[in-house]
């Protein structure tokens, strides 16, 4: 039984590679989709392993077996496993909540006062232009969406690349990205090895409205041109990035260039199938977690006397 | 790639992309002008709507330039709203978990290797 509740936490570290796979292997739109849900399913039943860890653990101490009414004590592997595995599950749990909520806490504040501001200033159609210096621009989803632009982003692209940047960010705002990379930031809280797949999901939101606002404007070039466009005024301002960072890995967003620049291809059917390793990563491990909980609560029942061992 | 299509977007579109005009600008511009920068298939009488109705909900102001109005957007109280947004959205070193930003920070290679892409290209 508890060999079970350990799957879910060890499956999600293969959920990296498989992400950036099936990221590689459909359509960015689908990806994300696929990317998402899977990354709620790991955490989902990450959690719900270590819930069921910590309750083994707690079961154990004659205090709570008493107020679980328990009249046998409870089955399981040896204690000199059970006990330090429960310890270290209200561990690991306990941390989780506490950066989750920091999170939260932190980015509902953030997105709050960018909300009023923007709501403040007059708006033009969508569009919400901030005076700074420092080239800038994202989607500020709720009601009524908005696109929030600095003056040097504006003046850094010409009028076809605006138009590029704005249907690219209004791509985001009706496909509802900020859902996404939501969920992405609750899963990576949940495990660390999900951390990764965040990145990924994010990656895949911007590939994704890209690819919207290459259609929109039925203009590859345009997209990749705005966003190169963009990236390399924000780069010469000064930045406060060490130096000493790897030069050698390509960062998102020459990867987003390279993505819309070079010719679109129809994989083979066996190519895209193996997208979908991700999602039998995850059946497997909600199937193990679901198991593990499922035979546990079967162990406190026995324990409790109302169901035959 | 654009022409009448542009005269059926919506209005909220047209109005952005007007004002977005403006802002690159940075000096007063006539209907004309705006028409010209915008490079689209927008008649110049359209352009001149959008600009009366900007003008009415006060996001622009306007001057007199001949026998007409040149436009120019109204400024906040200088960079106010700026340095709250910034100052609330750097406070956290990983911003993108918020917002979806345009383009993220570019690691030293990526600008080499940008350039290249871009060189590649034409």
């Known amino acids: 039984m508890t060999a079970l509740l350990l ?13 950036r796979r099936t990221l590689d292997r459909l359509a ?17 039943a990450c959690v719900a392993a270590l819930g069921a860890l910590v309750l083994t653990g707690l079961l154990k101490l004659p ?3 008493a107020l679980g009414e328990l009249v046998h004590p409870l089955r399981t592997p040896s204690d000199y496993f059970v006990l330090p595995a429960a310890m270290a599950a209200t561990g690991v749990l306990t941390l989780s909540v506490w950066t989750l909520v920091r999170s ?3 980015q509902t504040r953030a997105f709050r006062t960018a909300r009023t501001q923007a709501d403040r200033r007059p708006a033009a159609g969508d569009l919400c232009v901030i005076e700074s210096p420092d080239p800038d621009a994202y989607a500020l989803p709720g009601r009524p969406h908005r696109i929030v632009v600095t003056t040097a982003m504006l003046r850094s692209l010409g009028s076809a690349e605006r138009e590029a940047l704005f249907a690219h960010e209004r791509a985001h705002n009706r496909a509802g990205h900020h859902y996404f990379l939501a969920a992405a930031e609750l899963a990576a809280h949940c495990h660390p090895a999900l951390r990764a797949t965040r990145a990924t ?13 290459a259609e929109l404007t039925g203009d590859r070039r345009l997209i990749a041109t705005a966003i190169a466009r963009a990236a390399l005024a924000g780069n010469a301002s000064p930045s406060t990035r060490p130096d000493f960072a790897p030069a050698a890995t390509t960062g998102p967003v020459p990867q987003r260039v390279a993505a819309l620049l070079a010719p679109t291809r129809t994989r083979p059917r066996t190519t895209r199938r193996t997208a ?19 035979d546990f609560h079967h162990e406190v ?3 409790q006397g109302e169901e035959a061992p | 790639m654009k022409d009448a299509r542009d005269e059926r977007r919506p209005a909220g579109e047209l109005e952005a992309a007007v004002m977005a005009a403006l802002w690159a600008a940075g000096a007063p511009l006539t209907p004309g002008r705006v028409q010209a920068e915008l490079g689209s298939g927008l008649a110049r009488t359209t352009v001149a709507t959008i600009l009366t109705r900007l003008h009415e909900k006060g996001v622009v102001d306007r001057e007199r330039q ?11 109280a200088p960079g106010l709203t700026a340095r709250r947004m910034h100052t609330e959205l750097d406070r956290d070193t990983d911003r993108e978990t918020v917002l979806a930003r345009f383009v993220a920070q570019l690691s030293p290679g990526d600008e080499q290797h940008l350039r290249r892409l871009l060189e590649g290209d034409d």
Do not use: K, N
């Open chain 1, 7 to 19: 799957l879910p936490l060890i499956l999600p570290f293969l959920a990296p590679t498989l992400g």
């Open chain 1, 276 to 294: 979908f390793l991700l999602v039998v990563c995850t059946v497997l491990s909600v199937a193990a977690g679901a198991a593990g909980v499922v």
């Open chain 1, 104 to 106: 939260a806490f932190r």
């Open chain 1, 28 to 44: 960015p739109a689908t990806a994300l989709w696929v990317l998402t849900a899977s990354a709620l399913a790991l955490a989902g």
């Open chain 2, 66 to 76: 001949g026998r007409g109005y040149a436009y120019f957007p109204v400024q906040d």
């Open chain 1, 301 to 303: 029942e026995v324990a």
């Open chain 1, 63 to 65: 205090a709570f077996a």
């Open chain 1, 201 to 213: 999901i994010r990656f895949a939101a911007e590939r994704a409205a890209d690819e919207a606002a």
